[in-house]
C-alpha cells in the first residue's frame, strides 16, 4: 500500500493527468487510480472531491452536471487551459524528482539490502 503522503504528494498530477485524457466524474477518478495501482493507491470521495472542488476554485479544471439513465446525476470534470499549463509544469517537477532518485538508486532498484 502507498503511503497517505505519498499519496497526497502525487493528488494533483495525477488527476490533472487522468483529466488530460478525457472528463471523468469522482468514482471513475477514484476506480481508475485503483486499477492503475494495482489496488496500491486507495483515495477516498473525502480525499478526492474537496481537491476537485480547489482545482476547481484555481481554473484549473471546470465540472459539469450530466444526466445519468437510472441513476443520480453526475457531476464531470475537465481540464481547463490552465489545467493543461498546471499538467505540464507537475510533469516537470516530478520528471526531475523521479531524475534524482535514479541518479540515487539506478535503473533497477534493488527493493531488498544486499
Known amino acids: 500500500m502507498i503511503p497517505r503522503a505519498l499519496a497526497s504528494a502525487t493528488l494533483k498530477p495525477i488527476v490533472l493527468s487522468l483529466l488530460a485524457e478525457g472528463e471523468s466524474y469522482g468514482y471513475e477518478i477514484i476506480q481508475r487510480i485503483l486499477d492503475l495501482s494495482d489496488g496500491q493507491m486507495q483515495w477516498t470521495t473525502g480525499t478526492l472531491y474537496p481537491f476537485l472542488h480547489s482545482l476547481e476554485?484555481?481554473?484549473?479544471?471546470?465540472?459539469?452536471?450530466?444526466?445519468?439513465?437510472?441513476?443520480?446525476?453526475?457531476?464531470?470534470?475537465?481540464?481547463?487551459?490552465s489545467g493543461r499549463h498546471a499538467l505540464l509544469q507537475e510533469k516537470q517537477q516530478w520528471i526531475n524528482v523521479n531524475r534524482i532518485l535514479m541518479k540515487l538508486w539506478g535503473p533497477s532498484p534493488e527493493l531488498a539490502w544486499t
Open 57 to 81: 476554485n484555481e481554473g484549473l479544471v471546470e465540472a459539469y452536471w450530466q444526466a445519468v439513465e437510472n441513476a443520480p446525476r453526475r457531476k464531470y470534470y475537465r481540464l481547463t487551459l
